[in-house]
């Protein structure tokens, strides 16, 4: 007959489900499960119709740790009061083994006649996208740690380097203090600039940390723009030589001698 037709249609359409379907009455007797249903939970239909899906399948407790009591069943209390149950961190026990398996569940009450006739609890196994938040989880941790982990280095890097860099420009202070030759005083200005400017990137090291964080301002100060340019390059003049080169700049005159901006981070640049 027609009815008898539909029903085989609707049963071939819920068995070619992925997610898997449970049917409920009232009283929280299994009356349907379609194939995918059967095979997540680790069971025949024809095992449990009739019996109580809380009881075979739900895994429920307490905030002491007991298995909630059927009555008190966070599923059923919804679809008795005619709402719809919605969770993504439930576990259903699979009855061929007796382990867990997360799921993703809706659960609503369906009508016929006007009442209540039970429950539709749609499903599905969400164990492998655990495993992935899981994963990502102990990856970002890791991450962190890394993270701090090369930040303590740095820190206590340049601290270690800061302090006989200081040393050194303290010396070399002292020593342009002296009576020297044009030459002496030329070649130790340099020396004195490059290792101010060396401090600086050591400072400069620990803003990575800060980069990192979104921390990182340029500073906005007035600066000698023609003398940084030209002690930068200087900076290289002695490896230039050693390698049978020689380096120079050569500025425009339309450079202004002194600018607004950030020094240190412009020295970097070139």
Same mark, same amino acid.
């Given at each position: 007959?027609?009815?008898?037709?539909?029903?085989?249609?609707?049963?071939?359409?819920?068995?070619?489900?992925?997610?898997?379907?449970?049917?409920?009455?009232?009283?929280?007797?299994?009356?349907?499960?379609?194939?995918?249903?059967?095979?997540?939970?680790?069971?025949?239909?024809?095992?449990?119709?009739?019996?109580?899906?809380?009881?075979?399948?739900?895994?429920?407790?307490d905030a002491a740790g007991q298995p909630v009591p059927f009555n008190q069943c966070p599923v059923r209390l919804k679809t008795e009061a005619g709402e719809i149950y919605k969770s993504e961190d439930e576990y259903f026990r699979r009855l061929?083994?007796?382990?867990?398996?997360?799921?993703?569940?809706?659960?609503?009450?369906?009508?016929?006649?006007?009442?209540?006739?039970?429950?539709?609890?749609?499903?599905?196994?969400?164990?492998?996208?655990?495993?992935?938040?899981?994963?990502?989880?102990?990856?970002?941790?890791?991450?962190?740690?890394?993270?701090?982990?090369?930040? /303590? @280095? !740095?820190?206590?890097?340049?601290?270690?380097?800061? =302090?006989?860099?200081?040393?050194?420009? +303290?010396? %070399? #202070? $002292? *020593?342009?203090?002296?009576?020297?030759?044009?030459?002496?005083? /030329? @070649? !130790?200005?340099?020396?004195?600039?490059?290792?101010? =400017?060396?401090?600086?990137?050591?400072? +400069?090291? %620990? #803003? $990575? *940390?800060?980069?990192?964080?979104?921390?990182?301002?340029?500073?906005?100060?007035?600066?000698?723009?023609?003398?940084?340019?030209?002690?930068?390059?200087?900076?290289?003049?002695?490896?230039?030589?050693?390698?049978?080169?020689?380096?120079?700049?050569?500025?425009?005159?339309?450079?202004?001698?002194?600018?607004?901006?950030?020094?240190?981070?412009?020295?970097?640049?070139?």
């Amino acid at each position: 007959d027609l009815i008898g037709q539909e029903r085989k249609k609707l049963r071939a359409i819920t068995d070619r489900m992925a997610e898997g379907l449970v049917v409920q009455d009232t009283q929280g007797r299994i009356t349907y499960l379609n194939r995918a249903a059967e095979q997540m939970l680790g069971v025949k239909t024809r095992m449990v119709v009739g019996k109580l899906a809380h009881h075979l399948f739900h895994v429920h407790y307490d905030a002491a740790g007991q298995p909630v009591p059927f009555n008190q069943c966070p599923v059923r209390l919804k679809t008795e009061a005619g709402e719809i149950y919605k969770s993504e961190d439930e576990y259903f026990r699979r009855l061929s083994d007796r382990s867990l398996i997360p799921v993703q569940i809706t659960s609503a009450p369906f009508v016929m006649d006007a009442e209540v006739a039970g429950s539709i609890t749609i499903f599905r196994d969400i164990t492998d996208r655990k495993h992935y938040e899981e994963n990502l989880k102990r990856a970002r941790v890791d991450a962190e740690a890394s993270a701090q982990a090369k930040a /303590d @280095f !740095l820190a206590n890097m340049s601290h270690e380097i800061r =302090t006989p860099m200081n040393g050194v420009i +303290g010396m %070399l #202070d $002292l *020593a342009l203090e002296t009576p020297l030759s044009p030459e002496q005083r /030329d @070649f !130790l200005q340099v020396a004195h600039s490059s290792s101010q =400017t060396l401090l600086s990137l050591l400072n +400069g090291i %620990l #803003d $990575l *940390a800060k980069l990192e964080a979104g921390q990182v301002e340029p500073e906005q100060i007035v600066f000698p723009l023609c003398n940084m340019l030209e002690d930068t390059v200087k900076l290289f003049a002695t490896q230039a030589q050693g390698k049978g080169l020689e380096i120079a700049i050569k500025l425009d005159d339309q450079v202004p001698v002194n600018a607004v901006g950030d020094p240190t981070r412009l020295r970097q640049i070139v």
